[in-house]
């Protein structure tokens, strides 16, 4: 009877290390993903709170850029076209 027991106890501590550990790398994964579009301040507010995200007004600057370079897509391809549009937002958005 205690062999039964103590398997019970491993497995049901083996799910939740599993359990913690895979909400750990998706809190992680959410982390850089928000990083990319929201200031460090609210992306942390989002991972540490997901339901802290309510809508609310604010004053912000839109950056809206045309670039008018098709051949040069063809002839870079994807790799240097995304270091290409890097520097030109970089430089957009230096601040002097």
Known sequence: MVNPLIVLAV??????IYDFVSERLERMKLRHTMGLYFSPARAGCGVV????MQPRRADVV???TDLRIHAARETLGPKKMFELLNKSFEAQ????
């Not at 497995?11 to 939740?16: D, E, M, R, T, V």
């Not at 958005?93 to 002097?96: D, F, H, I, R």
């Open 62 to 64: 839109l950056l809206l």
């Open 93 to 96: 958005t230096a601040q002097s």
């Open 49 to 52: 709170d997901p339901g802290s």
């Open 11 to 16: 497995i049901g501590i083996a799910a939740l």
